[in-house]
T-cell receptor, first 115, second 115 residues
Framework: EPEVTQTPSHQVTQMGQEVILRCVPI?????FYWYRQILGQKVEFLVS????????KSEIFDDQFSVERPDGSNFTLKIRSTKLEDSAMYFC?????????????FGPGTRLTVL | AQKITQTQPGMFVQEKEAVTLDCTYD???????LFWYKQPSSGEMIFLIY??????QNATEGRYSLNFQKARKSANLVISASQLGDSAMYFC????????????FGKGTTLSVSS
């Protein structure tokens, strides 16, 4: 069964450093998403992406964040200058269509630790 | 504001028993979807079941069923014949089709199944 994959599974970085989290969405899916889950808290939407542009973003997704589809398979989340409060599990998700009856399928997550 | 409420931080059940995990939602939108996801201790988010606001019948997927009571704005997950592998965090989520692509999550319920 097709699945969303994410690398790395765990990333440790120093405050102020840039990190890139990578995702390979399900191959026939057209909509991509990033969510984050701070330890012990609920999952929060960051951004959705379609046709090589952002279709929606939350208040959390400020100028330090960016997303990109650098090639036909990868979808990345870049955090330019990490802060301690960026420590969280970051989930990539994809769906065949936006909203509708179409389910967002999540990857296994990348646990980001900022020291 | 649109939100999802899961009032049970933890639930305990014996193997082979049925369990109901509560979820209430708050929206004035007429067109929305409701989802349940399972998050085992390994961290991934696994889609379980979906219910659309216009669906007249309750959704079922194997041992999972969604008890959808639209007037009460509740979307409870029922797991029949619990198994040890059902021990996990369970999240209820909502999408508002007119508003965009973001899933709105509840805080989750931890289910523990014992033998």
């Amino acid at each position: 069964e097709p699945e969303v994959t994410q690398t790395p599974s765990h990333q440790v970085t120093q405050m102020g450093q840039e990190v890139i989290l990578r995702c390979v969405p399900i191959s026939n899916h057209l909509y991509f998403y990033w969510y984050r889950q701070i330890l012990g808290q609920k999952v929060e939407f960051l951004v959705s992406f379609y046709n090589n542009e952002i279709s929606e973003k939350s208040e959390i997704f400020d100028d330090q964040f960016s997303v990109e589809r650098p090639d036909g398979s990868n979808f990345t989340l870049k955090i330019r200058s990490t802060k301690l409060e960026d420590s969280a599990m970051y989930f990539c998700a994809s769906s065949e269509l936006a909203g509708g009856r179409d389910t967002q399928y999540f990857g296994p997550g990348t646990r980001l630790t900022v020291l | 504001a649109q939100k999802i409420t899961q009032t049970q931080p933890g639930m305990f059940v014996q193997e082979k028993e049925a369990v109901t995990l509560d979820c209430t939602y708050d929206t004035s939108d007429q067109s929305y979807g409701l989802f349940w996801y399972k998050q085992p201790s390994s961290g991934e988010m696994i889609f379980l079941i979906y219910q659309g606001s216009y669906d007249e019948q309750n959704a079922t997927e194997g041992r999972y069923s969604l008890n959808f009571q639209k007037a009460r704005k509740s979307a409870n997950l029922v797991i029949s014949a619990s198994q040890l592998g059902d021990s996990a965090m369970y999240f209820c989520a909502m999408i508002l089709y007119q508003a965009g692509t973001a899933l709105i999550f509840g805080k989750g319920t931890t289910l523990s199944v014992s033998s």
